[in-house]
């Protein structure tokens, strides 16, 4: 029996090189293959390992009780989960995974995640007006820990303040609702994830018939006297403590809107819950603001943070510390300083080529579509440099029946609480002008509320003979959505040589976007023939 919840993983079984119970010896793929396989059955979602076509007796676990950890490589261990008496959480028995190589390793730690998100007790969508008494989908894909930690910070004034304090944001959002009265008028309206409530304000500001703020966090208390301190408004909202994966609402909403973008717009995997409340609550043909999000990204370089990088684990190197060789860590602490994605704002010149771009239209998108996504990479460079590692950031469209308002965060634009995030290659690849970058930038999310990155990039040959030649160098990746290096607030001076001539700087001006824009993005202007950075 396939998951009826609409939310089929891409793939169920996986060929093993081995698994075994702890301090068992491994049941070896050597004569006959062992296979594990996901599924769901029996009304919960299970792994199951089999050989032979038969199941191995004790060897099947409950996915809502049990958790997966990378030993190595190529090496996991799954382990069931149970309760004692006093309701504390041990770990009855486990098994240890041996897999064929590092990509089907990772594939089944994606796979895994995703059956975990799986809830069979639901239909395609849980019906208006109705509360599941089992775990939500948020629950079911989500850490406790890491989902206590989000809704303690978003409960807090002062994390509220920070992004109130972003003019940008706060600013697009209002104009984007202002200027739209004719979409909110005598409309009932649903804020996912209300925070301090400022949005459901705006949306009664622009004649919202009635607004609904849903808020998980502490925060709607908050909310709460906000829209009480401004009665005029407040008398046609009410604010619903819960997550929108399970509250009830009394009517559909004719407008969603929502601020559900993280870093690189999908960190903290609150765009799945925005997609969810559309499916649970939205009309048909209701409008969503935002309504699409874009994903840019550009090689750049910028031998600076390189640098900065690589010296933060120059520690490691000490051969006498008190008397101790810490060299033994020195790879381990140099991967790991370049695991991290860097988070600043940085000057576009840096960019090594135009930028390509990914869309997600919140309109259309399946949740499920959320869970891994993978965007093939192509940029020809502008300028003869090294290439330093990928440079990323997004954009959204309110798109109204009167005004279409972008929200950037592309650099050379005035600087959000978002900033632009950066992956750093742990080993650059040199380029020429006019030679062409190509790779991948693939996000598989975890359930701490982010993303593990994996990037390549691949300068391809250059010259006489090019047509004929490969791949010329690469470097690739493994990088922690979650944590990310937090850099620095603005820009790092720019040094230009007198003759050099300023890279053009990306516009922020508001774009209207058409059906067929969708195809081919574009958010900057071509650079300069002879532009960008100059490294000596």
């Not at 997966?68 to 799954?78: E, I, N, R, W």
């Not at 104009?175 to 909110?184: K, S």
């Not at 290439?387 to 959204?396: E, I, K, S, T």
């Not at 937090?486 to 516009?507: C, D, G, I, N, V």
């Amino acid at each position: 029996m396939e998951p009826s919840s609409g939310l089929k993983p891409k793939c169920s079984e996986f060929t093993l090189a081995a698994v075994s119970e702890l301090s068992s010896s491994p049941v070896s793929s050597s004569s006959t293959p062992v296979v594990a396989r996901f599924c769901a059955d029996r009304g919960v979602v299970e792994l199951r390992f089999c050989q032979d076509s038969n199941f191995i007796d004790g060897f099947d676990f409950n996915l809502g009780t049990s958790k997966l950890f990378k030993l190595g490589p190529v090496q996991s261990l799954c382990i069931s989960e149970s309760s004692d008496s006093n309701k504390e959480k041990s770990y009855s028995r486990g098994v240890t995974i041996q897999f064929r190589n590092e990509e089907e390793s990772r594939d089944f730690h994606s796979a895994f995640e995703q059956w975990q998100s799986v809830d069979i007790t639901q239909g395609t969508n849980l019906p208006n007006g109705t509360i599941s008494d089992v775990r939500s989908k948020f629950d079911n894909k989500i850490e406790p820990s890491s989902a206590k930690m989000y809704f303690h910070y978003y409960g807090q004034l002062l994390h509220q303040q920070n992004m109130l304090q972003d003019y940008v944001r706060t600013g697009t959002y209002y104009a984007a609702v202002i200027e739209n009265r004719v979409d909110f008028t005598g409309r009932v309206v649903v804020d996912v994830g209300a925070g301090s409530g400022i949005l459901s304000l705006f949306a009664a500001q622009a004649g919202a018939k009635h607004v609904y703020a849903v808020e998980a966090s502490e925060m709607a208390e908050y909310a709460g006297k906000l829209i009480a301190g401004n009665p005029t408004l407040g008398q046609r909202i009410t604010v619903i403590k819960g997550k929108v994966e399970e509250v009830e609402l009394p009517e559909k909403a004719d407008i969603l809107i929502s601020e559900p973008m993280g870093t690189l717009l999908v960190n903290e995997r609150m765009l799945e819950s925005y997609i969810i409340a559309r499916d649970r609550f939205l009309v048909p043909n209701g409008k969503m603001f935002p309504s699409v999000g874009r994903i840019h990204m550009a090689p750049f370089s910028d031998e600076y943070l390189f640098v900065e990088i690589a010296n933060k684990a120059l520690f490691w190197q000490q051969q006498n510390y008190y008397g101790v060789d810490l060299t033994p860590l020195y790879g381990s602490a140099f991967q790991g300083y370049f695991s991290q994605p860097v988070v600043d704002a940085f000057d576009p010149r840096l960019l090594v080529s135009p930028p390509m771009s990914h869309v997600i239209d919140f309109n259309e998108v399946k949740e499920e579509d959320l869970y891994e996504i993978d965007i093939p990479l192509k940029f020809i460079a502008s300028v003869g440099t090294r290439v330093h590692g990928l440079a990323c950031w997004f954009d959204v469209l309110f798109n109204g029946s009167s005004v279409q308002r972008w929200l950037t965060t592309a650099p050379g634009a005035p600087t959000t609480h978002w900033y632009q995030i950066r992956c750093v290659l742990s080993q650059p690849i040199y380029v020429m002008a006019g030679q062409e970058i190509t790779g991948r930038l693939h996000m598989i999310a975890h359930n701490a509320q982010s993303y593990t990155i994996y990037l390549t990039l691949s300068a391809k040959m250059w010259g006489p003979g090019a047509e004929q030649g490969g791949i010329l160098q690469t470097s690739s990746c493994k990088l922690d959505l979650k944590e990310p290096y937090y850099r620095m607030s603005q820009p790092q001076p720019y040094t230009m040589a007198q003759e050099q001539q300023p890279h053009q700087l990306l516009q922020v001006q508001d774009i209207p976007i058409h059906t067929e824009d969708l195809e081919e993005p574009e958010l900057l202007q071509q650079p300069l023939e002879n532009s960008g950075a100059q490294l000596q």
